[in-house]
């Protein structure tokens, strides 16, 4: 039945998310996926396969959301590169299915997906927890999830500074010369996250390169990357002294290296604090450590296709 399907390249996709659309529908999944309920959302842990020889890992994320109709799944690889590699680490595709028919109705690319509903799902984790009158942000890394986070933290939030760092110096030079605001480029992590009021993390780093004594009390740390259990972006001291928040319970306590190896407790999911059933702990340091979920893709695609269709 693919003949029949929509495909969708990556200049298409970004074209038909923005944020506008997307942060809402992201936020009423969150909320359903937190209640538990078999019958409305089915979402495992995603599947992943690790590629030893070649340094990387294929993940399979297959979500259905009952009421809205959508059954879909994103194949993902992600690979530790080489410094200086030009390939991109993260490469997806989604699919969507007819859930009455079983049939595929769509398929698009998902490095798009990928990088704007995980910068989507930080932005709402920060509008929840991060202290009044913010006025400093940090980027660590240079790659396409920071782009991402630049993008949309300064469409959404007002930050009088922006500061990035890029184990690179020239990666962060080359991220800056490609945006519109001011950002200061930063030599040491230390430099860059002292004072900042939100930090996001978005390297490939498998040790921990942000420690807690650098981190002003009360800041929000947006921590997208680690996303394997023996991998570290954020140290001890930081994990274990603020307040953990997580997409999915699940995904946090078998996928992050941050959570499971600081032995840190999670405090509650994004969608728990949407739904009203645990607090928003604005005033103390937090970390919303993100693995990344189906159902965010699943909600994304389908914006895209509605998309799609209104324009064919
Ligand atoms: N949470 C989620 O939902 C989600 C979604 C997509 C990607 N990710 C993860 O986010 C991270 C960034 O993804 P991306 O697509 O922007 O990758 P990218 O390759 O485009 O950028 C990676 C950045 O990390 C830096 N880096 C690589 N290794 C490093 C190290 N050892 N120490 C410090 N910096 C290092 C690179 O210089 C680059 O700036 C990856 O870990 C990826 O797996 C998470
Ligand atoms: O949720 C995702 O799409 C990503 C893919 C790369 C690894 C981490 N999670």
Redesign the pocket.
Known sequence: MTESAVLLNKHEVERYLSYEDLIPRLESVLGKFSKRDSSEIIQPVRSVVPIQQHNGFLGVMPAYLAAEGILCTKMVT?Y??A?GSSL???QATVLLFDPEHGHVTAIMDGEAI??KR?AA?SAISTKLFMPALSKVLCI???????RSHYDVFTKLFKFKEVRVW???RE?AHRFVNDLQGPVRVCSSVKEAVMGADVIVT??????P?LFGEWVKSGAHVAA????RPDWRELDDVLMREAVVYVDSREGGTAESGDIVLSGAQVFAELGEVINGSFPAQREKTTVFK???MGIQDAVSAKLVLEKWNSEH
């Open positions: 992600f530790q590169r410094e991109p680490s993260t990928t990088a995980t799902v660590l890394g240079s790659g396409q999830q920071a890029s184990r690179r990666m978005a390297t490939g780093a498998s040790e390169i997208v990357g680690a996303c993100s693995l990344g």
